[in-house]
């Protein structure tokens, strides 16, 4: 008992590194040199408070201060920062984007808020919107639309600004469309969210729904009603504003990304560094097209050979989430066609996708969950009214002419993330547009190699 009331202030020093240093040390990153040294370092304090007496109030003024931090970051300036991830000490103090709401969708951003993007998408992809009255990524909110526009990131514009959307500039092309989109919804939230165009007696003449293939898998995250999940983007933004498995201490968080977190971050020198195809392919089970075998691009580029239905093992003929996102979509097209209006689904192309049909021998595209996506379409909505519109074939032309120059004005994608870029999202709109004004369908030329 003596020990301990003569070396207090050591226990005090071991409860604030046991608080602070509780999740690495149990899940500490040892192939990393600088964990390794930061360990070799907190030993050699902890030896030094020991055996050097005089270097014990430095010690204790460093953690003292270290705590003062931490609480004044707690009190006065988390909501600053909402990428650092921790607890606050005053509940409900962190101003929250997302929207909790008592049936479907279950979460949408909160009306007239700012809205940031998060984590590391590529510098082309920093960027922050306000959302209108009802939540969404439209500068103002009309009575009279000609269409809604449906879906999830892709709709919305993840990483465009307001005025670069596809909604946006089908808008200014006197075709006035409201974006419904939210970034992380399924195909089954996308839908049901036209109530609440409903709800405010906002009127329209058809919906345009885009479509993504694999995004069925979504439907899984609201699955069980008791406790629905939200995934994708908005999903993630609610995760980091709730600062689920946080502690309250921002210095521990810092020093977790420093030291243990390190490894998972995006590497660009590797990601983005010129390979050639035909060396980096020479192993895989997959043909190159001869006109790209001495071709160079970003490794970050290289489309996969196994797609994700194959390693998910899904079943496309008996899927409950693809029976959910089917039923969602065949309702809608028979409302709208009992109501006389428009149904265009729109489906986006992905760029791994584009870059294999253009680089692997023909036939690659039929072996995709892109092909897998066009079919499943055409089959559930038959005897419906329906348009399919996509713009393979425009994305085709562009990024060969990307491959040939590197001029990102040709890619419709942004640099890292795989979103569209400003030209990808006027692509959706004129391919749109073309079809309304002059009944121009897009070109197919894509699935002439399959059967």
């Known amino acids: 008992m003596n020990f301990v009331k003569k070396n207090y202030p050591l226990f005090i020093f071991f409860l604030i590194c046991f608080l602070y240093l509780f999740d690495s040390f149990f899940n500490i990153y040892l192939d990393s040199k600088r964990n390794i040294a930061f360990i070799i370092i907190l030993f050699l304090i902890i030896f030094a408070y020991l055996y050097f007496k005089k270097f014990r109030v430095f010690i204790l003024i460093s953690a003292i201060t270290i705590l003062a931090f931490d609480t004044s970051f707690n009190l006065f300036f988390q909501d600053n920062f909402p990428n650092i991830k921790i607890k606050p000490l005053i509940k409900n103090s962190v101003q929250k984007s997302g929207l909790y709401i008592n049936d479907w969708p279950y979460f949408k951003f909160k009306p007239n808020i700012i809205a940031k993007s998060y984590g590391d998408r590529g510098e082309d992809c920093l960027y922050e919107w306000k959302t209108d009255n009802l939540g969404f990524k439209n500068i103002e909110i009309k009575k009279n639309y000609e269409f809604i526009f449906l879906g999830n990131s892709y709709v919305e514009g993840l990483c465009a600004a307001i005025d670069e959307t596809a909604s946006y500039y089908l808008t200014k092309k006197n075709i006035p469309t409201y974006n419904l989109g939210v970034q992380g919804w399924s195909d089954k939230q996308a839908i049901k969210a036209l109530r609440i165009i409903n709800e405010n007696k906002i009127n329209f003449n058809g919906v345009i729904f885009g479509y993504l293939s694999n995004r069925f898998l979504r439907e899984k995250n609201l699955l069980d009603l008791d406790k629905p999940v939200q995934g994708g983007g908005l999903g993630r933004v609610m995760e980091v504003e ?44 997959v043909k190159l097209r001869d006109k790209y075998k001495d071709t160079e691009i970003p490794q970050y580029y290289i489309p996969p050979i196994i797609r994700l239905s194959e390693m998910a093992n899904i079943n496309f003929e008996n899927n409950e989430l693809i029976k959910i996102s089917n039923k969602s979509i065949l309702d809608l097209a028979k409302k709208l066609q009992f109501e006389n209006k428009k149904f265009i689904i729109f489906h986006f192309a992905f760029r791994p996708d584009v870059f294999g049909h253009i680089i692997y021998e023909d036939g690659y595209i039929c072996n995709t969950d892109y092909y897998e996506a066009v079919k499943i379409i055409n089959e559930n909505l038959k005897g419906v009214d329906y348009i399919y519109l996509d713009i393979f074939d425009e994305a085709v032309k562009l990024t060969e002419k990307w491959i040939e120059n590197r001029d990102y004005s040709n890619f419709i994608w942004k640099y890292k993330d795989g979103h569209y870029s400003k030209l990808g999202n006027k692509l959706v709109a004129d391919t749109i547009e073309n079809y309304l004004n002059d009944g121009k369908m897009p070109t197919k030329e894509y699935l002439k190699f399959c059967n």
Do not use: A, H, P
């Open 242 to 285: 709730l600062r689920g498995g946080k502690s309250f201490f921002v210095t521990r968080e810092i020093l977790q990304n420093i030291f243990m977190l390190d490894q998972n971050k995006f590497n660009w020198s590797r990601e983005f560094s010129q390979v050639n195809l035909e060396s980096f392919l020479k192993e895989k089970k």
